[in-house]
């Protein structure tokens, strides 16, 4: 046997430190390679093709927007409040995310226990949907003084929470089978899902029911606030 060369702490560390800044960057949906000296142009092709995947990926929400136009007219407090619902939505997904990604780095994540992370998942983001349902109904109620709305927005948190929770899992795992580093296009598919199916889950459900049949064309009607026009005598 012959000595060829010695690995010290600092190189271990550095290591480490590289490998951190390469999956931060990864998660963000940046090269890599992308360094400190790189000039705008670099910068912008190493940026630009999963910009461009969510630009698709964004039109897609819009469309399903757009399939509820006709509901959305008659309520603005859904247009209020449907960002709101996406964007817990996708927040819960990205915590579920980070630490799928960081157990499948480690190897921690394998064929015989993937599946009770996946339901421990899916249970974490039903409590949470349970618990912020209550939160947000409580809150929505008082601002818009309307059970119905109140009803909608926490069953809609309900349900995008718990598929985060599953999207958040289930999207790196697959990536993975299929060879694609789920650091690098998670992010844009993860988002996706809880966008879509944010703004699917609160107007859809009062469709069928017919809740809201009268338009309305502004807050202060659905806040039930009547403005009355005083005249000046002259």
Excluded at 35 to 40: A, G, H, K
Excluded at 43 to 60: C, D, G, H, P
Excluded at 85 to 98: D, E, K, P, Y
């Amino acid at each position: 046997q012959k000595l060829i060369g010695v690995i010290t702490g600092d190189d271990v560390v550095t290591i480490v430190k590289e490998e951190a800044v390469e999956d931060a960057l990864r998660l963000g949906g940046i090269g890599a390679a992308e360094d400190i000296s790189d000039n705008p142009v670099e910068t912008s092709k190493n940026r630009f093709w999963w910009l461009l995947i969510n630009l698709f990926t964004a039109v897609l929400a819009s469309f399903v927007i757009g399939i509820f136009e006709s509901t959305i007219q008659k309520v603005i407090a859904l247009a209020v409040l449907m960002p709101i619902v996406a964007s817990m939505g996708g927040n819960a997904a990205t915590q579920t995310l980070t630490v799928t990604i960081q157990l499948i780095a480690s190897q921690q994540l394998n064929a015989k226990n993937v599946m009770k992370i996946i339901n421990r998942e899916v249970v974490t983001g039903l409590l949470n949907g349970l618990v912020f349902a209550v939160i947000t109904g409580v809150f929505v109620y008082f601002w818009f003084h309307d059970l119905k709305i109140s009803i909608l927005i926490g069953a809609a948190m309900i349900v995008n929470l718990t598929v985060a929770g599953l999207a958040g899992i289930a999207i790196p795992v697959t990536l993975n089978k299929m060879k694609i580093d789920p650091a690098v296009s998670a992010t844009v598919f993860v988002t996706t899902v809880t966008d879509v199916v944010g703004f699917f889950a609160m107007p859809m459900p009062a469709q069928p029911f017919g809740w809201f049949k009268k338009e309305i064309k502004s807050l202060a009607d659905i806040k039930g606030i009547k403005y009355r026009t005083v005249g000046l005598a002259t």
